[in-house]
């Protein structure tokens, strides 16, 4: 039955600056079919009276590696190379498929809980992956993250095939695929050129690492007498395919001309650069070249939170400190950021990152009544200053309720957080 939303206060954007009004919103099914004042169809319809709690669009999670819940905090304050190879690669080695799963769902039970309605995912096991996006609710545009140090990749191309040929526009289209080779300095050219054509091929986006840390500039210069970004391009990179470009910190004059033209767009991860220390993206610069910038967390390896709250505000506090200058990346670009451009750079742009109708209803319900949110003078920089996943009370995506007063409705919360911790107990135990 299709549902109203009675005496709805709703944020969205117009002309860069995020506003609230208050109506009615119809939704029929997953689509947020009409808004304004419908009380003449309250008495045929379910009724939700949502008075008290400010709605916004869903939060979307440009870059994630769910599985990696299970290794929050076993290692931190080292440098990104020596945290991945000594550290993440040598205990991911480890994980059994269960323990993915059970990752992945705390993971997923998180970032409910804290707004996100869609996010991407790179990683391994992807099958398992999309079963629990398929029980969560939660929508996901997942990849096959794929390394080689040699020519013998094969059977992670064929991998990455099966996830786009099993699950794209699966879960009532709420999964959708992508082809991600890990990064510039885990593929060989061979392999990245392969990826590219397999993307081509199956018409989807490509996702990877790029110009992360200092390190990864040196490295490639040294390997192939290039930058990260010209390496990419001379594989195909940005011939006609979207791309999800995830970091994007250290670029050159010509790099920034290359990516002028891109299909896609960069998900900055504010959080997880500055932890492990390899600077922060200049946001504002890529802006002005006319780049379209998302945000993401990276995994919980490396940020330690999926909070999208925490990413906007680390995003708006960084483009001030690097820039000297408050005015840098306000509230409302940072909201915009964290929603529509989002959806845009993971192509899933018509169906979500705003409430208007002929959008799926991926929706966010804030208790804005409490101590830290009051008063309101602004709503888009309590959002980002002030507010918390914590104040999320309820989340709709595709039109259904995954999560009411906090309580999560698609998955036993106290279940997967046994799991997980049992997961990641024993998983230390086989290190
Ligand atoms: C092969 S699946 C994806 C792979 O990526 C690793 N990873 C997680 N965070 C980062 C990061 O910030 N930079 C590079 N690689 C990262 C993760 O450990 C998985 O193995
Ligand atoms: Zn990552």
Redesign the pocket.
Known sequence: MALILKNARYLNEMNGTWTARQDDILIDGNTIKEIGSLEHLYSDHEVWDVKNLLIMPGLINGHQ?TP?SLLRCYSDDLP?MDW?NKK??PA?MKMTSEDRYWGAMLSMAEMIKSGTTAYAD???DMDTIAKAVQETGIRASLAR???AMDSNYSDRIEESRQLVERWHGSAEGRITAMV?P??PYMCPPDFLSDAVKLAKELDVPLHT?LA?TSDERVMIQERHGMSPVQYLQAAGFFEDTRVVL??GVHFTEEDLSILESVKGGIIH?PV?NAK?GCGTSNVVELKKRGLKVGLGT??P??ASTLDMFMEMKAAAWMQKLLHEDASSLSAHEVLTMATQNGAEILGIGKETGSIEPGKKADLLFLNMNQPHLLPAHHDASLLVYAAAGQDVDSVMIDGKIVMKNRELLTMDEEKVMFEAKQSAENLLRRL
């Open positions: 590696h990696m990104l991945l993440m690669l991911e790179m990683y391994i993250g794929m390394i991600a890990h990064s690492h992360e995830a970091h991860n997880s492990l990276d995994g390896g490396s």
